[in-house]
Structure formats: structure tokens, C-alpha cells
């Protein structure tokens, strides 16, 4: 008798196939049974649809997401990203997730695991990697790609009627699945503390960080540090590193924006750690695709009356966040293209933006200083690559124009103080050993008005806004001495 080119399996009631190991054993052995054939070069034939012939979904997914009225169906509009082009997933078939899988969440993953932007790469690298041991982590990412695909669609999707709504729906459904799950456990001591918890409540305070909604960034971090607090301390969660450096990340960044102090102690080990393995920090959340929509772009908070400076720092931000993310994958100093592609189309809009000395103010020298910043940062990186191309900024004019503005107006610089802080170790980097005496003075009696008095503290502020590690921690180790040579006992210890 011929070998059966099907396996049978009992259904139930509800049109599922229980989901036990026997089940699981069957299916991986007869999807098996192709592959070792085709190893051996005899691929068993597949038997030929007649014509007409009614096709039937054999194996569906397992699940639903626990209910009907939080099922995601994919409408046609989302189907047209280039995803599924090749008739199904293309991810591991035997991948075991956190959740219930159906053909909508199985979507995203090959979503995120396909797409081109390189902005969905933190997602995809950092974040989903975490998420696979909770589910409600898991949904939550699943959420952000839902919505990240949503936006992306949006010129699309609002020519045709309903779309849009179906679209926003699906990742408002995941992202309720996932607060429903974090409230749940919260009422258990033990569940309520596991890292699991702690992540999706980074991944809400995200989502609130990038509409610019403080309130409810507060109240998520709020929360994370009662979490933190009952768990036994920060260093409890120190032994996961990518999740304490992304908190630390998130954190910073966010009190650079709001001019509220940090939450958490700087992961002082582990940035030692990075440190002195030359390693990038953790990329710490994806930007939007388009900084076009005001409410998306977190930089006009600093350029309020700049939209143009707030998108050129939006794209910086990008370009910054794949270079981190491309550096340790491939022989990324030796791409002159992404050189020309990337880098120098924000250092020509930088240098259109100039503001003539004559013409700063005490209303404006923040913005100046800021771009005068950019400039000299994106000048270190394009000396980075091994091309020999025209060099587009001699950064002795930028770096003297930056100081005589400080000179000028640092004592009115009150606000966004993290900022200077950046602004100050990018100048100090690029000057000669005289001038760099200049800034770390100013540089020391910063950091002691803010209460900071350790180095890893320091870097902390620095690293986590705009920073490449590859072209700045060396030079960066230089300016230690100098500054922390003066910082005695008499500076204010910053408390946690």
C-alpha cells in the first residue's frame, strides 16, 4: 500500500485541533517526512489538485486570541505589505510562542522579520526577543506592530472606507489583551513582580513617551518603580542586561525631554561592561517612520519654534540608531554609500540651518548650539568611514562658534540641561588640549548642579540621546581626568 501523502487529525467541536504533544509530534514528523526525502534527493510527488477542485485550509492556526470579540482579522489593505507574497509564514513553523498563534499574529512576526525599515529594527533585534517568555509583553509588541503598519499605510488606508478603523483596531485589541493580563497579575505578590510584568510596562511607558504623553509616561514609570521597589531593588533585575539597560535608556531620555530627574540609578556595572567591550548601548525604542505628523516627533518639545531643526533631529536620530544597529553586522565603515546616503544629506540640511552669530539670542542660542553640536558629531562619523570623499565640514569653525555662544549664554541654558551636557563633551571632544580645559570646566560645574557625581553617571546622559560608541567612548575616556580630577567630596552624591 502507498504511503499516505496526509495526516488525519481529529477536530473538535469548536474547529480546533487540540494542541497536545502527540499532535505537535504528528505534525512535526509529517512536515519532516518532505525535508529528509528531499535530503536524500528523492522529494516524494505531491499529489496534483484536480481542476475546480475546492481548495481546503488544512492546518489553521491554534488558536484565536481568547476570544471573538478580540479576534484581529487582516483586512485587504493590510495584506498588500509585502509580507505574505510568498503564499505563507516564513518564519520557523515550530517556534513556540507565549500566546495562542492564528494567522494574524503569525502576520507581524513575518512582518517585522521581512520589512525594510530600518526603524522597526529595535522591535525586531531588542524587544521581541524579551517579549517571548510573557504574553502579555509578547502582545504588546505585537501591538506596536500593528500600529507601526497602520501608519505606515495611512495615505492608503484612508482612501478606502472602514480600512483605517479596522487597521487602529487590531492593535488597540492586542494592546487590550495585554493590559488585561498585566492586571491580573498585578493583584498576585509573586506573579505581579516577574520581569515579564516589568517589560510590558516599559513597553506601555514607550508608547505613552512617543505621543508625548506625559502623564501617562509618569504614571507607567510611577508604577514600575513600585514594582522595582517590592521586587527588592533595581539590582534585582541587573543579571537581565538588555532589559536593565533599556529601562536605563528609556528613563534618561525621557527626563532630558520633561526636566524631571532620572528615576532609576545608572546601571553603573553594566555600562562598565559595555564600555570596555567597545559595545554599543541597546537602542532603546523605534522611531516613527515619519516625523511629518507633529505629535510624533519628540524633538519639537526642544525646537518648538524650529520644525525644520525638530525633523533634521528626527532624522538624525534614525540615521544614529542604524548605525548602532548595523555596525556589529557587517563592514558598515567601509560603505561609502551609506555614507552619502545617510550621513551627508544631514550634514548639507545642518549646514543650511545655520543662524549667523549676529542673529543669535538668548531665545535661539539653544537651537544654534544644538545644530553647532550635530555638525561636529555627524563630522566625527563621516571621518569614521575608510572613503576618501570631500570633507564637508571643518569642524574648527563649528567648535569656536560653539564656544563663544557658551561664553555668551550658558548660564541661561536652564532648561534640557541633559542636552548641554551633550553639546559639552561633543565640543570638548573636538577642540585642542586648551580649549578642552575650558569645557570640562564647564562640563564639572554642570554635572554638580545637577547632583551627578559619578562618571558612569555621566555617560549615562550622554550615551542615551545621541551617541555612536565606536566614534566617541575612546575620545570621550580621554576627558575622565580632567573632569573628575576636581570633583571631590564636596559635590552632592546623587540618590536613587
Not at 210 to 230: C, N, R, T
Not at 364 to 376: D, K, Q, V
Not at 454 to 462: C, G
Given at each position: 500500500?502507498?504511503?499516505?501523502?496526509?495526516?488525519?487529525?481529529?477536530?473538535?467541536?469548536?474547529?480546533?485541533?487540540?494542541?497536545?504533544?502527540?499532535?505537535?509530534?504528528?505534525?512535526?514528523?509529517?512536515?519532516?517526512?518532505?525535508?529528509?526525502?528531499?535530503?536524500?534527493?528523492?522529494?516524494?510527488?505531491?499529489?496534483?489538485?484536480?481542476?475546480?477542485?475546492?481548495?481546503?485550509?488544512?492546518l489553521r492556526g491554534i488558536?484565536?486570541?481568547?476570544?471573538?470579540?478580540?479576534?484581529?482579522?487582516?483586512?485587504?489593505?493590510?495584506?498588500?505589505?509585502?509580507?505574505?507574497?510568498?503564499?505563507?509564514?516564513?518564519?520557523?513553523?515550530?517556534?513556540?510562542?507565549?500566546?495562542?498563534?492564528?494567522?494574524?499574529?503569525?502576520?507581524?512576526?513575518?512582518?517585522?522579520?521581512?520589512?525594510?525599515?530600518?526603524?522597526?529594527?529595535?522591535?525586531?533585534?531588542?524587544?521581541?526577543?524579551?517579549?517571548?517568555?510573557?504574553?502579555?509583553?509578547?502582545?504588546?509588541?505585537?501591538?506596536?506592530?500593528?500600529?507601526?503598519?497602520?501608519?505606515?499605510?495611512?495615505?492608503?488606508?484612508?482612501?478606502?472606507?472602514?480600512?483605517?478603523?479596522?487597521?487602529?483596531?487590531?492593535?488597540?485589541?492586542?494592546?487590550?489583551?495585554?493590559?488585561?493580563?498585566?492586571?491580573?497579575?498585578?493583584?498576585?505578590?509573586?506573579?505581579g513582580l516577574s520581569e515579564?510584568?516589568?517589560?510590558?510596562?516599559?513597553?506601555?511607558?514607550?508608547?505613552?513617551?512617543?505621543?508625548?504623553?506625559?502623564?501617562?509616561?509618569?504614571?507607567?514609570?510611577?508604577?514600575?518603580?513600585?514594582?522595582?521597589?517590592?521586587?527588592?531593588?533595581?539590582?534585582?533585575?541587573?543579571?537581565?542586561?538588555?532589559?536593565?539597560?533599556?529601562?536605563?535608556?528609556?528613563?534618561?531620555?525621557?527626563?532630558?525631554?520633561?526636566?524631571?530627574?532620572?528615576?532609576?540609578?545608572?546601571?553603573?556595572?553594566?555600562?562598565?561592561?559595555v564600555r570596555s567591550h567597545?559595545?554599543?548601548?541597546?537602542?532603546?525604542?523605534?522611531?516613527?517612520?515619519?516625523?511629518?505628523?507633529?505629535?510624533?516627533?519628540?524633538?519639537?518639545?526642544?525646537?518648538?519654534?524650529?520644525?525644520?531643526?525638530?525633523?533634521?533631529?528626527?532624522?538624525?536620530?534614525?540615521?544614529?540608531?542604524?548605525?548602532?544597529?548595523?555596525?556589529?553586522?557587517?563592514?558598515?565603515?567601509?560603505?561609502?554609500?551609506?555614507?552619502?546616503?545617510?550621513?551627508?544629506?544631514?550634514?548639507?540640511?545642518?549646514?543650511?540651518?545655520?543662524?549667523?552669530?549676529?542673529?543669535?539670542?538668548?531665545?535661539?542660542?539653544?537651537?544654534?548650539?544644538?545644530?553647532?553640536?550635530?555638525?561636529?558629531?555627524?563630522?566625527?562619523?563621516?571621518?569614521?568611514?575608510?572613503?576618501?570623499?570631500?570633507?564637508?565640514?571643518?569642524?574648527?569653525?563649528?567648535?569656536?562658534?560653539?564656544?563663544?555662544?557658551?561664553?555668551?549664554?550658558?548660564?541661561?541654558?536652564?532648561?534640557?540641561?541633559?542636552?548641554?551636557?551633550?553639546?559639552?563633551?561633543?565640543?570638548?571632544?573636538?577642540?585642542?588640549?586648551?580649549?578642552?580645559?575650558?569645557?570640562?570646566?564647564?562640563?564639572?560645574?554642570?554635572?554638580?548642579?545637577?547632583?551627578?557625581?559619578?562618571?558612569?553617571?555621566?555617560?549615562?546622559?550622554?550615551?542615551?540621546?545621541?551617541?555612536?560608541?565606536?566614534?566617541?567612548?575612546?575620545?570621550?575616556?580621554?576627558?575622565?581626568?580632567?573632569?573628575?580630577?576636581?570633583?571631590?567630596?564636596?559635590?552632592?552624591?546623587?540618590?536613587?
Amino acid at each position: 500500500m502507498p504511503e499516505s501523502s496526509f495526516l488525519f487529525l481529529n477536530v473538535n467541536s469548536n474547529g480546533k485541533v487540540s494542541p497536545t504533544k502527540y499532535v505537535r509530534s504528528a505534525i512535526q514528523k509529517h512536515v519532516m517526512r518532505d525535508i529528509g526525502a528531499a535530503r536524500q534527493g528523492k522529494p516524494r510527488p505531491r499529489p496534483q489538485s484536480q481542476p475546480g477542485a475546492k481548495q481546503n485550509g488544512a492546518l489553521r492556526g491554534i488558536g484565536n486570541l481568547n476570544s471573538e470579540k478580540t479576534a484581529i482579522v487582516c483586512s485587504s489593505s493590510l495584506k498588500t505589505v509585502p509580507a505574505l507574497v510568498s503564499g505563507g509564514s516564513r518564519t520557523d513553523p515550530f517556534t513556540q510562542y507565549p500566546v495562542p498563534m492564528n494567522s494574524d499574529t503569525l502576520f507581524l512576526i513575518d512582518y517585522i522579520y521581512t520589512t525594510p525599515k530600518v526603524h522597526l529594527r529595535p522591535l525586531r533585534d531588542t524587544w521581541l526577543p524579551l517579549a517571548l517568555s510573557d504574553p502579555a509583553f509578547f502582545y504588546e509588541i505585537l501591538s506596536h506592530v500593528a500600529l507601526n503598519i497602520t501608519t505606515a499605510q495611512q495615505s492608503s488606508i484612508s482612501s478606502v472606507v472602514g480600512c483605517g478603523y479596522q487597521a487602529s483596531t487590531k492593535s488597540l485589541a492586542l494592546h487590550s489583551l495585554a493590559l488585561r493580563s498585566i492586571n491580573q497579575r498585578l493583584t498576585d505578590p509573586m506573579m505581579g513582580l516577574s520581569e515579564g510584568v516589568i517589560g510590558t510596562i516599559m513597553a506601555f511607558a514607550c508608547f505613552s513617551y512617543s505621543l508625548k504623553d506625559w502623564k501617562s509616561y509618569a504614571m507607567h514609570m510611577d508604577g514600575l518603580l513600585a514594582i522595582i521597589k517590592a521586587k527588592g531593588g533595581i539590582h534585582k533585575i541587573d543579571h537581565n542586561r538588555i532589559l536593565r539597560l533599556i529601562l536605563s535608556g528609556i528613563d534618561v531620555s525621557a527626563s532630558c525631554f520633561t526636566g524631571t530627574r532620572p528615576r532609576f540609578p545608572s546601571p553603573t556595572p553594566l555600562l562598565s561592561v559595555v564600555r570596555s567591550h567597545s559595545q554599543e548601548l541597546p537602542w532603546w525604542f523605534p522611531l516613527q517612520e515619519s516625523s511629518s505628523a507633529h505629535s510624533s516627533n519628540v524633538w519639537t518639545i526642544m525646537f518648538p519654534h524650529d520644525v525644520n531643526l525638530a525633523d533634521i533631529f528626527h532624522n538624525f536620530s534614525i540615521a544614529v540608531m542604524t548605525i548602532i544597529l548595523e555596525s556589529d553586522r557587517r563592514l558598515l565603515w567601509q560603505d561609502g554609500d551609506f555614507a552619502k546616503t545617510w550621513i551627508d544629506p544631514l550634514t548639507y540640511r545642518l549646514l543650511e540651518s545655520t543662524i549667523e552669530i549676529e542673529c543669535v539670542h538668548k531665545d535661539n542660542f539653544m537651537t544654534e548650539c544644538c545644530r553647532l553640536g550635530a555638525l561636529i558629531l555627524l563630522a566625527r562619523i563621516r571621518r569614521q568611514f575608510n572613503v576618501h570623499t570631500t570633507r564637508l565640514v571643518f569642524t574648527g569653525l563649528e567648535t569656536a562658534k560653539l564656544k563663544l555662544l557658551l561664553v555668551m549664554y550658558a548660564k541661561q541654558w536652564t532648561a534640557f540641561q541633559p542636552m548641554l551636557l551633550w553639546v559639552l563633551f561633543l565640543g570638548a571632544i573636538e577642540v585642542d588640549e586648551a580649549a578642552k580645559v575650558w569645557f570640562c570646566d564647564l562640563i564639572r560645574e554642570r554635572t554638580a548642579q545637577l547632583e551627578i557625581r559619578e562618571w558612569d553617571d555621566i555617560f549615562a546622559y550622554i550615551s542615551n540621546l545621541l551617541w555612536v560608541g565606536q566614534v566617541l567612548d575612546a575620545e570621550c575616556e580621554k576627558l575622565r581626568p580632567l573632569i573628575m580630577s576636581a570633583q571631590g567630596s564636596s559635590v552632592p552624591r546623587c540618590m536613587p
